[in-house]
């Protein structure tokens, strides 16, 4: 989910990624992956924006990939073949820290072949370059700092002098779930608000799945209708009454049909309101 998350906020504030990585604030639109005969299971984790100009392509890791410089050169010549006169940047940026040597490769090479392309690790990052602008907000407390918490704390100040609600509410989201990278789910839930990240559109996906599984399981019996109106809420409801159980999420999981990572999500954006 961690990589969806970063889709999420590349797609819905990309001038900020834009000033971030290439150094302006330009209009980026989504380059569906199919225009490149993309496979659909390699285009999941694809994220490229274009402008008139030029190609943005990003891959967000939470783990090393020794593949990723073959995909990056695979890319690369997919995007010349569609579109030959645009400028192509291809960033790859890895949010975990680790030791592997694999975060430091930015070449392909081969006899003859030799492909190079941009490797950020967030952890090397100065936290004041993601504190400048909301879409960058979620990033912050992956940033170079010792202090994670100190930087959560700082980035909720941030969130909160959003006016925007909407956006306040997906910036609140996005940041609980990718600070689950470093931080224990305790130190967020007491930090991020949870009433604010209940109107995300991550937390109504959740919903959205819940209400989808339960229409599935309602045209089986005939009561479509009345299977989905409780569904999403009993899911969440089934998945608050686990937490309190201490049950692994993997269990918790099997039992609900969400994900580690939504139930992650859950825990912190539910469990505040019940110890206020």
Same mark, same amino acid.
């Given at each position: 989910?961690?990589? +969806? ?69 695979? $890319?690369?010549?997919?995007? $010349? ?17 680790? +030791? ?69 509410? +997906? ?106």
């Amino acid at each position: 989910m961690f990589d +969806n998350i970063c889709k999420f906020l590349v797609e819905n504030f990309s001038s900020d990624f834009a000033t971030w990585l290439l150094g302006e604030s330009i209009n980026l639109t989504e380059l569906s992956p199919k225009e490149l005969s993309l496979e659909p299971i390699r285009a999941d984790a694809l994220i490229l924006l274009q402008s008139e100009q030029s190609i943005l392509h990003l891959e967000f890791q939470t783990q090393v990939d020794a593949e990723i410089p073959f995909r990056m050169i695979d $890319y690369r010549l997919r995007v $010349y073949r569609r579109f030959p006169d645009k400028a192509m940047h291809q960033v790859v940026i890895y949010l975990k820290q680790t +030791n592997s040597n694999l975060v430091q490769q930015n070449t392909f090479t081969i006899a003859g072949t030799r492909h190079e392309f941009a490797v950020i690790r967030l952890w090397e990052q100065p936290t004041e370059v993601f504190l400048r602008t909301p879409g960058l907000l979620p990033l912050a407390v992956l940033s170079s700092t010792i202090e994670p918490e100190v930087i959560l704390n700082e980035v909720a100040r941030e969130i909160n002098a959003i006016t925007e609600l909407r956006t306040q509410s +997906n910036i609140a989201a996005s940041t609980a779930i990718l600070a689950g990278l470093v931080l224990e789910k305790e130190v967020i839930k007491r930090v991020l608000r949870s009433d604010i990240m209940r109107e995300s559109a991550i937390y109504q996906d959740i919903l959205q799945e819940g209400k989808a599984e339960g229409k599935a399981e309602g045209k089986a019996e005939g009561k479509a209708e009345g299977k989905a109106e409780g569904k999403a809420e009993a899911l969440l409801e089934v998945a608050r009454n686990l937490f309190s159980t201490g049950m692994p999420l993997e269990q918790i999981g099997r039992v609900t049909g969400l994900s580690i990572e939504q139930l992650q999500y859950l825990q912190v954006s539910e469990s505040r309101d019940s110890n206020q």
